[in-house]
């Protein structure tokens, strides 16, 4: 996989602070996202680094080892590692200098050429075997509306050039996350490939709050059928539904719906409830003779 800038990526430069960092991923992210250009593949491409490159350089761990190796950032630990084993040999051999740093001893020619070995590029290793590491783990982001969460479907994701078909379980919560396991870098000289990890964006939706699994509406109603009662017609996620309305209901009063809410993750033919709080409507532009009925209710004729 070639080698990728994370820097150019944000269009910022080394001394970024982590606030500029965030800002450039915004900013580019809200461009670029795949639901603002569905079928242009350069900008689903773009999309897939910047969350890569957000992703390293927002955090300083990562974003040490990544300064510090460029490239080979992932493997740092492991280079470290095989520079103290090499410095232990050395003494082991005959070497009686002080103790060494973890880079002593180690040029520019000499840093690549150690990857080089270790990543089977340029030879063996020292003991004549070839490393092998796991790929990088990729992150995404996916939008979603409530509605698409409502039932399981199936979508195509395009990470690094490749099309991935994924199954999305109903039920999925906002800020939820799921593991697609070998989807993410390819592995170093054999080893396994990194995994995918989604994170699911669910858009508020006008109609429902949502809780769980369960569903919260506000529906209005007005004053004649809370007073008499009667019918209404409320929205659910499968569409509407038509429910008895007890006479003299009260403002605020509350409803279930059993089995109306969301699909419990996992768990087939589970689903939370919906609640509808009734609002009361007051009339307005009464006529005279209304008028003049309110005021007998009111004096109790």
């Known amino acids: ?37 569905p079928n242009d593949t350069e900008a689903n491409k773009k999309f897939q680094q910047l969350n890569e490159a957000n992703e390293v350089l927002s955090d300083p761990e990562k974003r040490k080892k990544y300064d510090q190796y460029g490239e080979n950032w992932q493997h740092g630990e492991a280079y470290e590692q095989q520079a103290r084993q ?4 050395r003494r082991q051999g005959g070497y009686t200098g002080g103790e060494a740093s973890s ?12 990857f080089q070995s270790m990543f089977g590029q340029g030879g063996g290793s020292a003991r004549g075997g070839q490393a092998k590491y796991r790929g990088q783990d990729y992150n995404a982001e996916l939008h979603l509306n409530l509605k698409d969460t409502a039932e399981t479907q199936k979508q195509t ?7 991935i078909r994924i199954t999305i379980p109903a039920g999925v919560e906002n800020g ?6 070998g989807h993410g870098g390819p592995g170093v000289n054999g080893g396994p490939a990194g995994d995918l990890y989604i994170t699911f964006s669910i858009t508020d939706d006008p109609r429902f709050k949502r809780d769980g699994s369960d569903l919260y509406q ?18 659910t996620l499968n569409g509407k539904v038509k429910i008895k309305v007890k006479p003299e209901t009260q403002n605020g009063t509350k409803v ?23 609002d009361i409507q007051l009339p307005v532009n009464l006529t005279e ?13």
Do not use: C, W
């Open 86 to 89: 090499q410095q232990q040999s």
């Open 256 to 278: 279930k719906l059993k089995g109306k809410g969301m699909p419990v993750y996992k768990r087939a033919n589970e689903s939370g409830d919906l609640y509808i709080t009734y």
């Open 157 to 163: 994701l395009t990470v690094n050039n490749k099309n």
């Open 218 to 235: 506000n529906v209005k109603l007005d004053l004649y059928t809370a007073v008499l009662g009667g019918d209404v017609t409320v929205d």
């Open 176 to 181: 939820q996350t799921i593991k697609i396991a």
């Open 103 to 114: 880079f002593e001893g180690f040029g520019d020619s000499d840093f690549s050429d150690f």
């Open 289 to 301: 003779k209304q008028k003049k009925l309110f005021e007998e209710l009111a004096k109790g004729e």
């Open 1 to 37: 996989m070639a080698f990728i800038d994370y820097y150019q990526v944000l269009g910022i430069d080394k001394k970024a602070s982590d606030k500029d960092i965030k800002n450039a991923y915004r900013k580019l992210a809200r461009k670029h996202h795949p639901d603002l250009n």
